[in-house]
C-alpha cells in the first residue's frame, strides 16, 4: 500500500494509493488481468512513469468486476453497468436499471442452480445404480 500507515490508536490507514501488485495479491488475479481490465477501461488508474497507481476508486471497481464476473456477467455487461452510473451519485432512474440487471441476472443464476441439482441427483443416481451393479459382478467373481 503506497500512502498506507497505522493509525495512532492502531487500526491500519486506509490506504490512498495501490501498486499494481498489491491488488494482484489482495484480489489474488494476475498482473496480466488488471492489465487487461484497464485495457478494457474496467479500471483506470494513473502513470508515474512506468508504474501505475490505482485508487480507492480503482480497488472499488475491480472489486466489483470481480463479483460481476463470479455471478455470470460478461465484462461488457459490467463495463456497461459501471460506465452508466456511480452508485453512490447515481440517478434513480440508472439505479432502478441496475437494480433490472440484478434481477435477471439472479433469475438466470437460480436455473443454472436447478438444472445443476439435477444433474448432480442423475449422477448420483447413477453412480448408485453402477456401485449395485459392479457389487453384484464382484460377489458373483465376474470381472
Known amino acids: 500500500m503506497v500512502d498506507g500507515r ?5 487500526r491500519v490507514a486506509v ?5 499494481i501488485g498489491e491488488l494482484a495479491r489482495e484480489f489474488d488475479v ?12 474496467l479500471v483506470n488508474p494513473r502513470r508515474d512513469g512506468a ?9 472499488g471497481r475491480l472489486k466489483l468486476v470481480l463479483m460481476g464476473k463470479r455471478v455470470g456477467f460478461s465484462l ?30 439472479i433469475a ?10 439435477q444433474a448432480l441427483d442423475d449422477l448420483k443416481r447413477t453412480v448408485s445404480v453402477v456401485s449395485g451393479m459392479l457389487r453384484e459382478r464382484e ?3 465376474g470381472s
Open 6 to 10: 497505522d493509525e495512532p490508536d492502531g
Open 15 to 19: 490506504p490512498a494509493t495501490y501498486t
Open 30 to 41: 494476475t498482473l496480466r488481468t488488471l492489465r487487461f481490465y484497464e485495457d478494457k477501461g
Open 51 to 59: 508504474t501505475r497507481i490505482y485508487t480507492r476508486r480503482d480497488r
Open 76 to 105: 461488457s455487461q459490467i463495463r456497461e453497468m459501471l460506465d452508466l452510473y456511480d452508485f453512490r451519485h447515481g440517478q434513480v432512474s440508472q439505479m432502478r436499471v441496475a437494480i433490472e440487471r440484478f434481477n435477471e441476472q
Open 108 to 117: 438466470v443464476l437460480e436455473h443454472q442452480k436447478r438444472d445443476i441439482e
Open 139 to 141: 460377489g458373483a467373481g
